[in-house]
Protein backbone atom coordinates (compact mmCIF):
# COMPACT_ATOMS: atom_id res chain seq x y z
CA UNK A 1 0.00 0.00 0.00
CA UNK A 2 0.87 3.62 -0.59
CA UNK A 3 3.12 2.72 -3.04
CA UNK A 4 2.82 6.10 -4.89
CA UNK A 5 3.88 8.73 -1.95
CA UNK A 6 6.75 6.29 -1.06
CA UNK A 7 10.16 7.45 -0.61
CA UNK A 8 11.56 10.26 -2.11
CA UNK A 9 13.50 8.73 -5.37
CA UNK A 10 16.76 10.14 -7.14
CA UNK A 11 17.06 11.33 -10.61
CA UNK A 12 17.86 7.15 -11.67
CA UNK A 13 14.97 5.88 -9.63
CA UNK A 14 16.89 5.16 -6.53
CA UNK A 15 15.78 5.69 -3.01
CA UNK A 16 18.68 7.27 -1.29
CA UNK A 17 17.41 8.69 2.20
CA UNK A 18 19.68 9.58 4.92
CA UNK A 19 19.91 7.02 7.71
CA UNK A 20 20.39 8.15 11.18
CA UNK A 21 20.51 5.43 14.40
CA UNK A 22 20.37 6.75 17.57
CA UNK A 23 21.57 4.12 20.89
CA UNK A 24 21.16 5.21 24.33
CA UNK A 25 23.02 2.81 26.15
CA UNK A 26 21.45 0.56 29.23
CA UNK A 27 18.28 2.57 29.41
CA UNK A 28 15.16 0.82 30.56
CA UNK A 29 11.75 0.72 28.45
CA UNK A 30 9.87 3.23 30.92
CA UNK A 31 12.79 5.64 31.54
CA UNK A 32 11.49 7.98 28.87
CA UNK A 33 8.95 10.36 29.73
CA UNK A 34 6.77 9.11 26.64
CA UNK A 35 7.07 5.55 27.48
CA UNK A 36 6.17 6.52 31.15
CA UNK A 37 9.20 7.66 32.89
CA UNK A 38 9.97 10.84 35.24
CA UNK A 39 13.13 12.35 32.99
CA UNK A 40 12.41 14.99 30.95
CA UNK A 41 12.67 14.23 27.54
CA UNK A 42 10.97 16.42 25.19
CA UNK A 43 13.36 15.81 22.11
CA UNK A 44 12.65 11.95 21.99
CA UNK A 45 8.79 12.26 23.13
CA UNK A 46 8.41 14.78 20.12
CA UNK A 47 9.91 12.13 17.96
CA UNK A 48 8.09 9.23 19.21
CA UNK A 49 4.47 11.78 19.13
CA UNK A 50 5.03 13.08 15.54
CA UNK A 51 7.01 10.26 14.42
CA UNK A 52 5.79 6.10 15.24
CA UNK A 53 6.45 4.88 18.36
CA UNK A 54 6.63 1.00 18.97
CA UNK A 55 5.98 -0.47 22.05
CA UNK A 56 6.91 -3.82 22.07
CA UNK A 57 10.42 -3.60 20.18
CA UNK A 58 13.27 -5.72 21.34
CA UNK A 59 17.12 -5.22 21.06
CA UNK A 60 19.28 -7.46 20.17
CA UNK A 61 20.51 -8.75 23.47
CA UNK A 62 20.39 -8.04 27.03
CA UNK A 63 24.06 -6.20 27.11
CA UNK A 64 26.05 -3.50 25.04
CA UNK A 65 28.21 -5.73 22.29
CA UNK A 66 25.85 -8.32 21.07
CA UNK A 67 23.29 -5.68 21.13
CA UNK A 68 24.95 -3.54 18.87
CA UNK A 69 25.90 -6.69 17.04
CA UNK A 70 21.67 -7.53 16.02
CA UNK A 71 21.50 -3.88 14.84
CA UNK A 72 24.71 -3.59 12.54
CA UNK A 73 24.04 -7.28 11.15
CA UNK A 74 20.55 -8.08 10.91
CA UNK A 75 21.73 -11.67 12.82
CA UNK A 76 21.92 -12.87 15.89
CA UNK A 77 24.81 -11.75 17.09
CA UNK A 78 25.54 -15.65 18.10
CA UNK A 79 26.13 -16.56 14.89
CA UNK A 80 28.38 -13.56 14.38
CA UNK A 81 30.56 -14.88 17.67
CA UNK A 82 29.76 -11.92 19.97
CA UNK A 83 28.01 -14.21 22.95
CA UNK A 84 28.34 -11.45 25.65
CA UNK A 85 29.82 -8.16 26.14
CA UNK A 86 33.38 -7.74 24.93
CA UNK A 87 35.31 -7.31 28.31
CA UNK A 88 38.48 -5.39 27.44
CA UNK A 89 41.51 -7.42 25.59
CA UNK A 90 39.24 -10.20 24.80
CA UNK A 91 39.50 -12.05 21.84
CA UNK A 92 36.30 -12.16 21.41
CA UNK A 93 35.11 -9.40 18.40
CA UNK A 94 32.80 -8.76 15.55
CA UNK A 95 34.67 -10.08 12.66
CA UNK A 96 35.70 -8.82 9.39
CA UNK A 97 33.19 -11.06 7.38
CA UNK A 98 30.16 -9.90 8.84
CA UNK A 99 28.33 -7.41 7.04
CA UNK A 100 27.25 -4.25 9.10
CA UNK A 101 24.81 -1.08 7.70
CA UNK A 102 27.13 1.27 7.17
CA UNK A 103 29.15 -1.68 4.82
CA UNK A 104 26.16 -2.01 3.20
CA UNK A 105 25.74 1.46 1.95
CA UNK A 106 28.91 2.67 1.27
CA UNK A 107 28.53 0.94 -2.47
CA UNK A 108 25.13 2.81 -2.84
CA UNK A 109 27.31 6.39 -2.31
CA UNK A 110 26.41 7.00 1.33
CA UNK A 111 28.59 8.68 3.98
CA UNK A 112 29.33 6.98 6.74
CA UNK A 113 30.10 7.96 10.33
CA UNK A 114 30.03 6.79 14.18
CA UNK A 115 29.60 8.66 17.12
CA UNK A 116 30.01 7.30 20.54
CA UNK A 117 30.57 3.92 22.08
CA UNK A 118 31.63 0.80 19.63
CA UNK A 119 31.94 -1.84 21.74
CA UNK A 120 32.83 -4.39 19.30
CA UNK A 121 36.39 -4.56 19.24
CA UNK A 122 39.35 -3.17 20.44
CA UNK A 123 39.64 0.31 20.02
CA UNK A 124 42.27 1.83 18.96
CA UNK A 125 43.96 -1.09 17.18
CA UNK A 126 46.13 -3.19 19.48
CA UNK A 127 48.69 -4.93 17.11
CA UNK A 128 48.48 -8.53 19.22
CA UNK A 129 44.84 -8.34 19.32
CA UNK A 130 44.49 -7.15 15.28
CA UNK A 131 40.48 -6.38 15.36
CA UNK A 132 38.22 -4.42 12.66
CA UNK A 133 38.25 -1.09 13.55
CA UNK A 134 35.25 1.15 12.53
CA UNK A 135 36.54 1.98 9.14
CA UNK A 136 37.44 -1.77 8.61
CA UNK A 137 33.52 -2.30 9.13
CA UNK A 138 32.33 0.64 6.98
CA UNK A 139 32.43 3.53 8.87
CA UNK A 140 34.43 6.20 7.05
CA UNK A 141 34.81 8.48 10.21
CA UNK A 142 34.65 7.19 13.54
CA UNK A 143 34.52 9.03 17.09
CA UNK A 144 34.17 7.61 20.34
CA UNK A 145 35.20 4.83 23.34
CA UNK A 146 36.13 1.06 23.13
CA UNK A 147 33.35 0.45 25.72
CA UNK A 148 32.30 3.48 27.98
CA UNK A 149 33.70 7.19 28.94
CA UNK A 150 35.84 6.82 31.50
CA UNK A 151 36.49 7.91 34.21
CA UNK A 152 33.06 9.20 34.16
CA UNK A 153 30.21 10.77 31.30
CA UNK A 154 32.49 14.27 32.86
CA UNK A 155 35.33 15.25 30.82
CA UNK A 156 36.24 11.63 29.55
CA UNK A 157 39.74 10.53 28.72
CA UNK A 158 39.22 8.03 26.32
CA UNK A 159 38.04 9.48 23.18
CA UNK A 160 39.30 8.08 19.98
CA UNK A 161 38.84 9.92 16.74
CA UNK A 162 39.83 7.98 13.69
CA UNK A 163 41.91 5.98 15.46
CA UNK A 164 44.04 8.22 17.58
CA UNK A 165 43.31 9.22 20.90
CA UNK A 166 42.31 12.47 21.61
CA UNK A 167 43.15 12.75 25.32
CA UNK A 168 41.12 14.43 28.03
CA UNK A 169 37.99 16.35 26.50
CA UNK A 170 36.00 18.77 28.71
CA UNK A 171 32.55 18.47 28.91
CA UNK A 172 29.77 15.60 29.08
CA UNK A 173 29.93 12.39 27.19
CA UNK A 174 26.16 12.78 25.09
CA UNK A 175 27.01 16.74 24.00
CA UNK A 176 30.83 15.98 22.87
CA UNK A 177 29.52 13.30 20.84
CA UNK A 178 26.65 15.51 19.34
CA UNK A 179 29.45 18.39 18.98
CA UNK A 180 31.50 15.74 16.87
CA UNK A 181 27.69 15.24 14.81
CA UNK A 182 28.11 19.04 14.20
CA UNK A 183 31.51 19.28 13.55
CA UNK A 184 31.07 16.57 10.89
CA UNK A 185 27.92 18.38 9.08
CA UNK A 186 30.54 21.35 9.02
CA UNK A 187 33.57 19.39 7.77
CA UNK A 188 32.80 16.45 6.24
CA UNK A 189 29.34 16.01 4.81
CA UNK A 190 29.06 16.23 0.92
CA UNK A 191 25.85 17.78 -0.02
CA UNK A 192 25.07 15.59 -2.74
CA UNK A 193 25.72 12.61 -0.66
CA UNK A 194 23.25 10.37 1.35
CA UNK A 195 25.09 9.70 4.95
CA UNK A 196 24.45 7.22 7.29
CA UNK A 197 24.95 8.09 11.04
CA UNK A 198 25.47 5.53 13.93
CA UNK A 199 24.79 7.66 17.42
CA UNK A 200 25.41 5.71 20.29
CA UNK A 201 25.27 7.77 23.51
CA UNK A 202 27.13 6.46 26.58
CA UNK A 203 24.73 7.87 28.52
CA UNK A 204 22.34 6.46 31.36
CA UNK A 205 25.62 3.48 31.68
CA UNK A 206 27.48 3.86 34.22
CA UNK A 207 29.65 5.48 35.38
CA UNK A 208 27.15 8.62 35.73
CA UNK A 209 27.73 11.84 35.85
CA UNK A 210 25.35 15.26 35.37
CA UNK A 211 25.10 18.38 34.81
CA UNK A 212 24.37 20.02 38.02
CA UNK A 213 21.77 22.33 36.51
CA UNK A 214 20.03 19.05 35.19
CA UNK A 215 20.13 17.32 38.83
CA UNK A 216 18.51 20.35 40.25
CA UNK A 217 15.32 19.84 37.83
CA UNK A 218 14.37 16.54 40.30
CA UNK A 219 14.24 17.79 43.83
CA UNK A 220 12.63 15.36 46.17
CA UNK A 221 15.00 12.53 44.50
CA UNK A 222 18.23 11.11 46.44
CA UNK A 223 20.92 12.37 45.29
CA UNK A 224 21.93 9.42 42.52
CA UNK A 225 18.15 9.16 41.41
CA UNK A 226 18.42 12.84 40.70
CA UNK A 227 21.88 12.35 39.16
CA UNK A 228 20.36 9.77 36.93
CA UNK A 229 17.25 11.28 35.68
CA UNK A 230 19.69 14.35 34.81
CA UNK A 231 21.59 11.79 33.03
CA UNK A 232 18.84 10.84 30.74
CA UNK A 233 17.83 14.49 30.36
CA UNK A 234 20.87 15.60 28.98
CA UNK A 235 21.29 12.19 26.94
CA UNK A 236 17.70 13.87 25.32
CA UNK A 237 19.43 17.24 25.05
CA UNK A 238 21.70 15.68 22.94
CA UNK A 239 19.56 13.82 20.87
CA UNK A 240 17.53 16.94 20.10
CA UNK A 241 21.22 18.55 19.19
CA UNK A 242 21.20 15.69 16.54
CA UNK A 243 17.78 16.11 15.28
CA UNK A 244 18.23 19.95 14.88
CA UNK A 245 21.35 19.22 12.74
CA UNK A 246 19.25 17.68 10.55
CA UNK A 247 16.22 19.86 10.45
CA UNK A 248 18.36 23.59 10.25
CA UNK A 249 19.65 21.94 7.33
CA UNK A 250 16.25 20.71 5.97
CA UNK A 251 17.85 17.30 5.85
CA UNK A 252 14.79 16.12 8.28
CA UNK A 253 12.02 15.16 5.88
CA UNK A 254 14.42 12.95 3.98
CA UNK A 255 16.01 10.79 6.85
CA UNK A 256 14.86 7.92 8.68
CA UNK A 257 15.62 8.36 12.25
CA UNK A 258 15.45 5.02 14.19
CA UNK A 259 16.03 5.82 18.52
CA UNK A 260 16.56 2.72 20.71
CA UNK A 261 18.25 1.81 23.94
CA UNK A 262 20.77 -1.15 23.64
CA UNK A 263 19.62 -3.14 26.20
CA UNK A 264 17.11 -3.03 29.58
CA UNK A 265 18.16 -1.18 32.77
CA UNK A 266 20.80 -1.75 35.37
CA UNK A 267 19.98 -0.88 39.09
CA UNK A 268 18.80 2.55 38.89
CA UNK A 269 16.41 2.68 35.73
CA UNK A 270 12.82 1.61 34.94
CA UNK A 271 12.00 -1.26 33.29
CA UNK A 272 8.07 -0.49 33.94
CA UNK A 273 6.02 -3.48 34.27
CA UNK A 274 7.99 -5.42 32.53
CA UNK A 275 10.39 -8.78 34.44
CA UNK A 276 14.29 -8.77 34.61
CA UNK A 277 16.55 -6.00 34.22
CA UNK A 278 19.83 -5.71 31.93
CA UNK A 279 21.69 -8.77 31.32
CA UNK A 280 18.43 -11.04 31.66
CA UNK A 281 16.29 -12.42 28.73
CA UNK A 282 13.18 -11.55 30.64
CA UNK A 283 11.43 -8.60 28.61
CA UNK A 284 13.27 -5.78 31.23
CA UNK A 285 16.43 -6.51 29.90
CA UNK A 286 15.57 -6.80 26.22
CA UNK A 287 12.39 -4.67 25.63
CA UNK A 288 13.48 -1.17 24.64
CA UNK A 289 12.04 2.02 23.82
CA UNK A 290 12.06 2.00 19.88
CA UNK A 291 11.29 4.89 17.72
CA UNK A 292 11.05 5.37 13.89
CA UNK A 293 10.85 8.61 12.46
CA UNK A 294 11.07 9.68 8.38
CA UNK A 295 8.37 12.45 7.42
CA UNK A 296 8.68 12.10 4.23
CA UNK A 297 7.72 8.94 3.51
CA UNK A 298 6.49 6.85 7.05
CA UNK A 299 2.83 7.98 7.86
CA UNK A 300 3.34 9.82 11.35
CA UNK A 301 1.70 9.88 14.58
CA UNK A 302 1.55 6.06 15.43
CA UNK A 303 1.65 3.93 18.10
CA UNK A 304 2.58 0.16 16.92
CA UNK A 305 2.24 -2.73 19.15
CA UNK A 306 3.58 -5.33 16.48
CA UNK A 307 6.73 -6.91 18.21
CA UNK A 308 9.75 -5.94 15.85
CA UNK A 309 13.59 -6.13 17.21
CA UNK A 310 17.22 -4.63 15.71
CA UNK A 311 17.78 -7.41 13.50
CA UNK A 312 14.99 -6.09 11.66
CA UNK A 313 16.90 -2.61 11.04
CA UNK A 314 19.54 -4.09 7.93
CA UNK A 315 17.00 -5.80 5.76
CA UNK A 316 14.85 -2.91 6.27
CA UNK A 317 17.50 -0.64 5.44
CA UNK A 318 18.70 -2.72 2.20
CA UNK A 319 14.76 -2.55 1.12
CA UNK A 320 14.61 1.02 1.51
CA UNK A 321 17.85 1.84 0.14
CA UNK A 322 18.43 -0.68 -2.70
CA UNK A 323 21.77 -1.79 -1.28
CA UNK A 324 22.13 -5.49 -2.25
CA UNK A 325 21.68 -7.55 0.99
CA UNK A 326 24.36 -10.18 0.47
CA UNK A 327 22.69 -14.10 -0.01
CA UNK A 328 25.97 -15.97 1.46
CA UNK A 329 24.47 -15.57 5.12
CA UNK A 330 21.45 -16.07 6.93
CA UNK A 331 19.60 -13.10 8.66
CA UNK A 332 17.17 -13.38 11.51
CA UNK A 333 15.56 -9.78 10.76
CA UNK A 334 12.47 -8.89 8.30
CA UNK A 335 11.83 -6.04 6.24
CA UNK A 336 9.73 -4.27 7.93
CA UNK A 337 8.76 -1.17 5.28
CA UNK A 338 5.47 -2.46 5.00
CA UNK A 339 4.84 -1.96 8.49
CA UNK A 340 6.16 1.61 8.52
CA UNK A 341 4.23 2.79 5.64
CA UNK A 342 1.29 1.73 7.09
CA UNK A 343 0.16 -1.77 6.50
CA UNK A 344 1.53 -4.99 7.87
CA UNK A 345 3.73 -7.31 8.41
CA UNK A 346 3.93 -11.50 8.72
CA UNK A 347 7.07 -12.94 10.25
CA UNK A 348 8.09 -15.68 9.20
CA UNK A 349 10.80 -16.31 11.70
CA UNK A 350 11.18 -16.47 15.46
CA UNK A 351 12.86 -14.04 17.46
CA UNK A 352 15.56 -15.77 19.17
CA UNK A 353 18.00 -14.47 22.07
CA UNK A 354 20.64 -16.77 23.32
CA UNK A 355 22.77 -15.52 26.35
CA UNK A 356 24.92 -17.71 28.17
CA UNK A 357 25.98 -15.48 30.90
CA UNK A 358 22.20 -15.59 32.26
CA UNK A 359 20.20 -18.02 33.40
CA UNK A 360 17.15 -18.72 32.00
CA UNK A 361 20.14 -18.61 29.03
CA UNK A 362 17.30 -18.33 26.16
CA UNK A 363 14.10 -16.39 24.86
CA UNK A 364 12.07 -16.87 21.86
CA UNK A 365 9.20 -14.78 20.80
CA UNK A 366 6.99 -16.27 18.36
CA UNK A 367 3.26 -14.52 17.80
CA UNK A 368 1.78 -13.55 21.52
CA UNK A 369 3.94 -16.11 22.95
CA UNK A 370 7.44 -15.91 24.55
CA UNK A 371 9.39 -19.17 25.65
CA UNK A 372 12.18 -19.27 28.32
CA UNK A 373 14.68 -21.98 28.87
CA UNK A 374 17.43 -23.03 31.32
CA UNK A 375 20.12 -25.22 30.77
CA UNK A 376 21.05 -27.60 33.16
CA UNK A 377 24.52 -26.25 34.45
CA UNK A 378 25.50 -25.45 37.73
CA UNK A 379 28.67 -23.47 36.85
CA UNK A 380 28.99 -20.36 38.09
CA UNK A 381 29.23 -17.62 35.38
CA UNK A 382 32.41 -15.59 34.96
CA UNK A 383 31.83 -11.86 34.26
CA UNK A 384 34.23 -12.38 31.01
CA UNK A 385 34.18 -14.63 28.80
CA UNK A 386 36.13 -17.67 29.01
CA UNK A 387 37.48 -20.78 27.82
CA UNK A 388 34.90 -22.74 30.03
CA UNK A 389 32.12 -20.62 28.82
CA UNK A 390 32.91 -21.20 25.14
CA UNK A 391 32.69 -24.84 25.98
CA UNK A 392 29.17 -24.25 27.45
CA UNK A 393 28.32 -22.22 24.79
CA UNK A 394 29.03 -24.57 21.96
CA UNK A 395 26.78 -27.70 23.46
CA UNK A 396 24.04 -25.83 25.46
CA UNK A 397 20.91 -27.49 25.83
CA UNK A 398 18.01 -26.29 27.14
CA UNK A 399 15.95 -28.44 29.79
CA UNK A 400 13.83 -26.67 31.78
CA UNK A 401 11.03 -23.47 29.97
CA UNK A 402 8.88 -21.31 30.85
CA UNK A 403 6.29 -20.52 28.33
CA UNK A 404 4.13 -16.72 28.90
CA UNK A 405 1.59 -14.91 26.79
CA UNK A 406 3.04 -11.39 26.75
CA UNK A 407 0.32 -9.86 25.42
CA UNK A 408 -1.85 -10.91 28.20
CA UNK A 409 0.74 -11.14 30.74
CA UNK A 410 3.09 -8.26 29.57
CA UNK A 411 5.06 -9.15 33.64
CA UNK A 412 5.69 -12.40 32.71
CA UNK A 413 4.05 -13.80 35.76
CA UNK A 414 1.87 -16.88 34.82
CA UNK A 415 3.91 -19.52 33.37
CA UNK A 416 1.84 -21.35 30.49
CA UNK A 417 4.18 -24.43 30.23
CA UNK A 418 2.42 -26.82 32.20
CA UNK A 419 -1.69 -25.73 30.97
CA UNK A 420 -0.30 -25.44 27.63
CA UNK A 421 1.27 -28.46 26.80
CA UNK A 422 1.17 -28.11 22.77
CA UNK A 423 2.17 -24.37 22.48
CA UNK A 424 4.98 -25.87 24.61
CA UNK A 425 5.90 -28.28 22.72
CA UNK A 426 5.85 -26.32 19.07
CA UNK A 427 7.93 -23.44 20.47
CA UNK A 428 9.99 -26.04 21.94
CA UNK A 429 11.01 -27.46 18.73
CA UNK A 430 11.35 -23.82 16.51
CA UNK A 431 14.27 -23.26 19.56
CA UNK A 432 15.95 -25.91 19.60
CA UNK A 433 16.03 -26.16 15.46
CA UNK A 434 16.89 -22.11 15.45
CA UNK A 435 19.42 -22.73 18.24
CA UNK A 436 21.55 -26.14 16.62
CA UNK A 437 21.52 -23.68 13.59
CA UNK A 438 23.29 -20.59 15.43
CA UNK A 439 25.46 -23.19 17.90
CA UNK A 440 26.80 -24.70 14.24
CA UNK A 441 27.09 -21.31 12.87
CA UNK A 442 28.89 -19.46 16.22
CA UNK A 443 32.39 -19.39 15.93
CA UNK A 444 34.76 -20.87 18.61
CA UNK A 445 37.20 -18.38 19.75
CA UNK A 446 40.55 -19.19 20.71
CA UNK A 447 43.14 -17.24 23.15
CA UNK A 448 40.09 -16.48 25.63
CA UNK A 449 41.40 -16.83 29.33
CA UNK A 450 41.47 -19.29 31.39
CA UNK A 451 38.29 -20.30 33.56
CA UNK A 452 38.53 -18.94 37.44
CA UNK A 453 36.25 -20.72 39.77
CA UNK A 454 36.81 -18.19 42.56
CA UNK A 455 37.21 -15.22 40.62
CA UNK A 456 33.65 -16.48 38.76
CA UNK A 457 31.89 -16.57 41.98
CA UNK A 458 33.03 -13.36 43.45
CA UNK A 459 31.91 -11.84 40.29
CA UNK A 460 28.54 -13.27 39.82
CA UNK A 461 26.07 -9.79 39.33
CA UNK A 462 22.96 -9.90 41.71
CA UNK A 463 20.32 -10.98 39.46
CA UNK A 464 21.79 -13.40 38.14
CA UNK A 465 22.57 -14.88 41.44
CA UNK A 466 18.63 -14.56 42.21
CA UNK A 467 17.97 -16.30 38.91
CA UNK A 468 20.75 -19.35 39.75
CA UNK A 469 19.05 -19.54 43.23
CA UNK A 470 15.32 -20.18 41.22
CA UNK A 471 17.39 -22.96 38.47
CA UNK A 472 18.69 -24.71 41.39
CA UNK A 473 15.31 -25.43 43.32
CA UNK A 474 13.47 -26.32 39.74
CA UNK A 475 16.47 -28.41 39.36
CA UNK A 476 16.12 -30.70 42.32
CA UNK A 477 12.33 -30.52 41.77
CA1 LIG B 1 24.31 -1.42 27.31
Known sequence: ????????????????????????DDMGYGDLQGYGGVANTPNLDALAAEGIKFTNCYAGAPNCSPSRVGLLTGR?????GMYSYRPPGSAMHLPDNEVTIAELLKPEGYQ?????????????????????????QGFDY?????????PSHLNPVNFIRNGVPIGEQEGYSCQLVANEVELWFEQKYEKEKPFFLYVAFHEPHAKVAS??????????????TAEYFANIENMDLAAGRVLEALKSRGLDKNTMIFFASDNGPYRMGSQGELRGLKGEVYDGGIKVPGIFSYPGAFPGKREIETPIWFQDLLPTIGELTGAAIPSDRKYDGINLLPLLEGGEIERDKPMLWYFYRSSPEL????????????????????HGITDKDMEFIKTIQPE?????????????????????????????SAMVTLLEEVKEEGPNWEGLPK???????????????????????KGKE
Open 76 to 80: IPARA
Open 400 to 428: FFELYNVVNDEGQQKDLSATEPEKLEEMK
Open 1 to 24: MAQNNRIIKGENGVRHPNIVIILA
Open 451 to 473: YKEKKANHNKPDEFKRNERRFLM
Open 112 to 136: TAHFGKWHLSVLPQDEQLNQPQPHQ
Open 363 to 382: AMRKGDYMLLARAKDEMPRT
Open 142 to 150: SLGTENNAE
Open 211 to 224: PENLIANYPGYDKK
